[in-house]
């Protein structure tokens, strides 16, 4: 029997995964069902069986990826001699995510940013994703804190401020702009790092009366 590559396995489990975020962003966890999963990516139940066992197993794997990808980028960010600035950064890796998640559409919309809402809204019935999420949002926090102290050491950020408020104030800032899309429709990034960009330029000053 001829043996199968790993770029053929690496591609069938990101077919999978890719119809189970198409499905639970249509429909919600609860209403999808093993069934429409494997309709979505038209494969054989033992072809799907064999990389995941359920839909709580697809939902971790899903959330894992991308909080992965955001903490990678983040550490990377951190060991830098002189990371970007904190807009700069997060416009950069949300596009990144999101440009690797964009022909993910449902009713031609992006799939992602409703899939993100679903996610957590499943927390409070769903113990084992909210333990995923939970590990996976303290190693993002660590990630960003590494690199506010990396700004303040560098005596580009006030350094009376505790670098995991900060942290936790940037991830707010990102899923409340995800959670704008789900709601509103796609908007470029462009709009957080602008936002981002403007509230950083403020001055504790007085403008001049005259």
């Not at 998640?101 to 084992?128: C, H, K, Y």
């Not at 660590?142 to 408020?165: C, F, I, N, T």
């Not at 104030?169 to 462009?190: C, E, H, N, R, Y």
Request: glycine share 6%; net charge negative; charged share 25%.
């Amino acid at each position: 029997m001829a043996r199968v590559s790993q770029a053929h396995l690496d591609a069938r489990r990101r077919q999978i995964l890719d119809a189970a975020a198409l499905c639970f962003a249509r429909n919600g966890f609860h209403a999808t069902s093993m069934q429409d999963v494997l309709k979505e990516a038209d494969l054989s139940a033992g072809a799907v069986y064999r990389y995941f066992s359920g839909k709580e197993e697809l939902i971790a794997a899903i959330v894992s990826e991308v909080l992965g990808e955001v903490r990678s980028a983040f550490e990377t960010a951190a060991g830098q001699s002189r990371p970007a600035s904190p807009d700069q950064l997060v416009a950069s890796v949300l596009g990144r995510v999101l440009s690797a998640r964009e022909s993910l559409t449902v009713d031609g919309m992006p799939a992602f940013p409703r899939l993100v809402v679903q996610v957590w809204s499943e927390i409070p019935r769903n113990e084992e994703l909210a333990a995923v999420l939970s590990e996976g949002y303290r190693t993002v926090r660590a990630a960003w804190g590494r690199l506010v102290k990396s700004y303040q050491e560098a005596g580009r950020m006030r350094a009376d401020v505790e670098p995991d408020h900060v942290a936790r104030t940037m991830i707010a800032a990102v899923l409340g702009f995800i959670a704008q899309q789900s709601l509103f429709g796609p908007a470029p990034v462009d709009v957080l790092r602008d936002g981002l960009r403007a509230l950083m330029s403020m001055s504790d000053d007085e403008p001049d009366a005259g």
